[in-house]
């Protein structure tokens, strides 16, 4: 999780003001749905995304 977050503050919050908690919270939630999630690459996850990751084993956990 400290990962995570550190790559949210490198990544993503650096490059973008907010004016209230409530934009905060939905700058949060674009970065996790439209890049972390769907673009960036995970070492751990054999460098695809989450999104793939979880398709290709989706099929082989639900036997």
Do not use: C, I
Request: proline share 3%; glycine share 4%.
């Amino acid at each position: 999780m400290e990962r995570f977050f550190w790559l949210l503050k490198l990544e993503w919050t650096k490059h973008e003001r907010v004016a209230d908690l409530e934009g905060a919270r939905l700058s949060v939630f674009k970065y996790v749905e439209t890049f972390y999630n769907h673009v960036r690459l995970h070492q751990t996850l054999g460098y695809k995304t989450p999104t793939q990751y979880e398709a290709d084993h989706a099929p082989a956990s639900a036997a």
